[in-house]
């Protein structure tokens, strides 16, 4: 019997680390244009999230880089993203000794041809459940800015202008408000399952 358990758990466990879209979410990153200028492949992890980033078009050199408290990227300045992710009300930065925001990350560096290949972590982020999820509400946003964040600087570290930003939505099949106001619904319709 308890060998049996126990090769249950294992199937589970296996079965939980392979496939389960939870686990994995990729972010297209757009510029303040609407260009799509590459991706933020999202995984689960024991401890955090880890983010992949591939992108192009960026200034050679550091930029600072968040998830940032909404799933809202209105371009060209990308304010709708709103703060910094902090559920837990501390300062920004990641050299603050009062710091960090859960949002918060190390620089990333663009190469000369403007080029960006980096694995960065999230150290207490999750993708399920929770105070400290990335899918809290509708969501949030990874933003790019045009310089390095200094670490320390209230309240984003002095990274300047928000150049790129992708949405991590809580629901990845909603469709953007834009569309549901095209087509109003009738007031006279009662069936709330169909159109
Ligand atoms: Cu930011
Ligand atoms: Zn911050």
Redesign the pocket.
Known sequence: MRLLLLGFSIFFLVSCQSGDSEMSRTVDMYNDSGDMVGTAVLNQGSDGVSIKLTLEGLEPGFHGI?VHEFASCEAPDFESAG??L?PDGNE??LMHPK???L??LPNIEADGGGLVDAELMLPGATLLDGKQSLLRGEGTSIVVHEAQ?DGVSQ???DSGARILCGELKADPDQESDSETEDSPSDPTETNEEEE
């Open positions: 968040h703060n910094h902090d920004h930065g710091g960090a925001h949002g918060d964040d309240p984003s570290g």
